[in-house]
């Protein structure tokens, strides 16, 4: 990645102490640059922050003044840490233990002279406590002190001379040790710091209103979105100042009331139309920094609404570089990527909190209090993204609210059995901890899954569970879902649920076919080189990959496009009589119904067997139909619209006994579910490799015995050809004519490899176990209808509803637009099970895999009440 244009450091001008925005002063002298730290963004210690400084440096060395002027540099850590300057210096620490829930200060060197004289306790005299007679270096050194003193930091004085310490546990470390001259600084105001700034502000004020201007007609309206935070304070006044009139400010419902009170004097729309935190979050549970699903329902959705009200905007926003290191690359303008009515505008991105606060100050622009008293940032008052040290300012501010979130976490950790430290020490704020948090997780010997997710406490869980046997979700250290998803990239911002029709690919998958371009690109079976051998050997052992997947070593296994290829083969293989009949059922695709419907040409019938009320397949009229005697029978093993798996085992029974062909359409079941052809005792198996994570255009043809005709000729399915005729190749070459799909099938072959690895019985038992969540939910919403059978044995994770009054498209479509879901709707080419179901316009079809999480099935349930309250 490019570097991006940030400034790194600062400039302070030593003949008037002030900070500076540009490198010099407007009393003309140039400034001393001073380094920060990443993401280098700055700030001017308020209200609250100077009052604690003031009070912990009093607690230690009693009274000491502080400057007009400090300024803190946020840096990392495990919760607040910044860097404080004073006086162009760094003068120190200021730090939050999420675990002791306490403030320290930690002085440097460099703030000795400011302190030095004033300092009536925390010296501590090293020349009592060394053995005098020595000599030794006493800088980056440890020792024991003779007498108890408080942990924390001290000033350090060894003879003549002073540095800083950390004193912890009776042991002192001792940083450099120095000649320290006191200083007696000016000590301007931040009004004076304004005033050697105007230049700048002023170059700032006139880059941003060009801007404002260059872009407030780039659609038909324009308006600023509002947070109620001081860069979007900056930005509403800078747009005012362009003529941009129009304001929005969402209210997610869990505002601080000070935010609210602000917002509405500042005379911007607010909108409330979001969703409700407190009931989704009770499906969801508690929203992450990796995981804001809150921002979604309370900010985007409300946004999308207003923004299809208001039309195509323009939108100026307050985003900066600075905020976090993410965002340093960000352009001037950026199309909203979850709203393509909206094309963001941020004018101050390029400025630091520094220059907004002196902006706002110079322009006299009312600020949020809240930054006053103490926070940070501005936003709810549970947002993930908070420090821990700001809710614990809250949890004394704002005890109500508080309360109330306190309740839930505690409730939460009680539900799933994490460790108390969830709650209390804010680790609820990741979904996968960051090193930092995994540290301080491994210093206090509190389990972490691989995945960096906490573990839960598998006694408590258990006995939560005890109550509710039916849904045994798998909790992240039996199914590792989340390592498993960073194996798809394409899960991002959208949640995935139409792997029925084709389900995505991981990344060994498409690593494999980079590495077949790269290193051996040839043609299979042809030829003796080492490209072909190479590629060769690996197409021919997917094949027995995939066969040995399905128990089906003993038969033919062949390389189709998809289950419709491999159908039809066997419809068009098979040699046909006049009077021969065929046996389907209701359930089927219409990929196994329309070849053998193609059959009536050549005089053979078709019987479709029906199901009953709880949709399972009537196997009573199978018997009967398969006893009047017929040649095949053709049957799904999983329905791709309702989910229902029939008993094929059972079929074959029959199917045997009146000597009838098992033709099993898999093309649903072999992804979510052990199969094994020989157990089934079927002839034919068709399915799909896009289905089961493999490359698109593949599919796979397994045969019992390969007793039917090919259907194409050519080329690398012969073993030898004569003028007058020829010899097809023996096994599954015969019946792939031509170059096939190569690095699809290799793909294929480590898709199943990737499975394998999982296990399919884990799979099923996870898939099973999200479905029976799904359909729970979902049957408590007034309004919607489920068509799925209740055993979760007879189903898989496939998902029909419908809701009252709305059209399946709507809903589809509501879903993706308003939730980021991404669902199928219509008929699913299953359109005579529709009819048989009264369905005219068909259903939604949610439909899951091994990647799809708990969270994205409570969010299709949050997303589906939202919708049936909102209609
Ligand atoms: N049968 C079933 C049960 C299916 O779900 C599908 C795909 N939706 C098909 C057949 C057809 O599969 P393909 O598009 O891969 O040919």
């Not at 043609?523 to 040995?548: C, D, L, M, P």
């Not at 098979?574 to 059922?585: A, C, M, N």
Request: hydrophobic fraction near 40%; charged fraction near 25%.
């Amino acid at each position: 990645m490019q570097e991006p244009a940030v400034k790194k450091s600062l400039f302070w001008c030593d003949a008037c102490n002030v900070p500076l925005i540009g490198r010099r002063c407007g009393c003309g002298t140039e400034g001393r640059t001073i380094p920060l730290l990443e993401p280098f963004d700055l700030r001017p210690a308020l209200h609250a922050d100077r009052d604690l400084i003031g009070r912990l440096l009093n607690d230690r060395f009693g009274d000491i003044p502080l400057p007009n002027i400090i300024l803190l540099n946020k840096t990392g850590g495990r919760d607040r840490s910044d860097l404080i300057l004073m006086n162009g210096e760094r003068f120190g620490w200021l730090i939050f233990d999420p675990v002791t829930r306490q403030f320290s200060l930690e002085i440097s060197p460099e703030a000795l002279p400011y302190i030095l004289q004033y300092a009536a306790n925390g010296v501590v005299n090293l020349d009592e406590h060394l053995d005098q007679s020595k000599k030794i270096r006493i800088g980056g050194k440890k020792f024991p002190l003779k007498t108890a003193e408080s942990n924390g930091t001290v000033i350090v004085k060894y003879r003549s001379r002073f540095g800083t310490g950390v004193i912890r546990d009776g042991h002192i470390r001792v940083k450099e040790l120095a000649l320290v001259t006191p200083i007696t600084p000016k000590n301007p105001d931040w009004k004076e710091a304004i005033q050697k700034n105007q230049y700048h502000l002023k170059l700032l004020e006139r880059d941003a209103l060009r801007i404002i201007k260059k872009h407030r007609e780039d659609r038909p309206t324009a308006n600023v979105s509002f947070s109620g935070g001081k860069d979007s304070a900056a930005v509403l006044h800078l747009a005012r100042k362009a003529g941009v009139e129009q304001a929005f400010f969402i209210d997610t419902g869990i505002e601080l009331p000070e935010t609210v009170e602000y917002v509405e004097s500042c005379g911007v729309d607010i909108i409330r139309k979001g969703g409700d935190f407190f009931s989704a979050v009770e499906k969801a549970g508690p929203p992450g920094k990796d995981h804001r699903w809150c921002c979604k329902l309370l900010k985007l959705h409300p946004l999308r609404i207003y923004l299809s009200e208001v039309g195509s905007s323009v939108t100026f926003q307050g985003n900066r570089w600075y905020e976090s290191w993410n965002r340093a690359d960000l352009d001037e303008t950026s199309q909203n990527p979850a709203n393509p009515l909206q094309l963001n505008v941020s004018p101050i991105r390029s400025w630091r909190a520094f220059e907004v606060f002196l902006y706002l100050w110079w322009q006299k622009i009312p600020i949020n209090p809240l930054y006053e008293m103490g926070l940070e940032r501005i936003g709810c008052y549970l947002c993930p993204a908070m420090l821990e040290s700001e809710y614990e300012l809250l949890r004394s501010t704002h005890t109500d609210l508080t309360d109330r979130w306190d309740a839930f976490l505690k409730q939460w950790t009680g539900k799933t059995g994490y460790p108390d430290e969830y709650h209390q020490w804010g680790l609820w704020r990741w979904k996968a901890l960051p090193p930092k948090m995994r540290e301080l997780c491994r210093e206090y010997e509190i389990p972490v899954n691989n995945d960096f997710t906490l573990r839960h406490n598998a006694v408590k869980k258990r006995k939560v569970q005890s109550e509710t046997p039916a849904v045994h979700i798998m909790r992240e250290e039996a199914f590792p879902v989340e390592t498993i998803r960073r194996d798809y990239p394409i899960l991002g911002d959208a949640i995935y649920l139409d792997s029925a029709a084709l389900s995505l690919s991981p990344e060994p998958v498409l690593d494999a076919a980079i590495e077949f371009e790269h290193r051996y690109r040839a043609n299979v079976g042809r030829g003796i080189h080492r490209f072909t051998q190479i590629a060769s050997q690996r197409y021919w052992h997917a094949h027995e990959k995939v066969a040995r997947f399905i128990g089906g070593g003993n038969g033919t296994t062949v390389f189709t496009k998809n289950t419709t290829e491999s159908i039809n083969m066997v419809a068009h293989g098979l040699s046909w009589q006049p009077g021969d009949r065929v046996i389907t059922t209701i359930l089927e695709h219409h990929s196994n119904l329309l070849p053998w419907r193609a059959l009536a040409t050549q005089g053979v019938t078709l019987s479709v067997i029906g199901i009953r009320p709880d949709f399972t397949l009537d196997l009573a009229a199978l018997e009967e139909e398969i006893k009047k005697g017929a040649r095949l029978v053709a049957v799904t093993h999983a329905s791709n619209a309702i989910g229902v798996i029939t008993p094929i085992a059972e079929i074959a029974e029959l199917c045997k006994r009146y000597n009838t062909l098992l033709l099993v359409d898999a093309a649903q079941s072999v992804p979510h579910m052990p199969v094994n052809v020989t157990d089934l005792g079927c002839d034919f198996c068709c399915f799909s490799g896009h289905k089961m994570l493999g490359p698109t255009g593949t599919g796979i043809l397994w045969m019992k015995e390969p007793i039917i005709r090919p259907m194409i000729l050519g080329g690398g399915m012969i073993e030898e050809v004569h003028a007058d005729s020829y010899m097809p190749a023996a096994g599954y070459q015969q019946y792939e004519a031509g170059t096939p799909n190569i690095t699809g099938g290799i793909g294929l072959g480590v898709a199943v490899e990737y499975l394998e690895k999982i296990g399919m019985e884990t799979i099923r038992r996870y898939e099973e176990a999200l479905t029976t969540r799904l359909i729970k939910g979902l049957s408590r919403i007034e309004g919607v209808s489920i068509y799925a059978p209740s055993d979760p044995a007879s189903r898989i994770g496939v998902i029909s509803f419908t809701i009252e009054g709305l059209h399946p498209h709507e809903i589809a479509e509501r879903l993706d637009e308003n939730f980021d879901i991404l669902v199928r709707s219509g008929y699913h080419c299953c359109q005579p099970l529709m009819e048989y179901l009264g369905l005219s316009e068909g259903t939604v079809r949610a439909s899951l895999a091994l990647y799809t999480t708990e969270m994205e099935i409570d969010l299709l349930i949050a997303a589906v009440q939202e919708i049936v309250r909102s209609s």
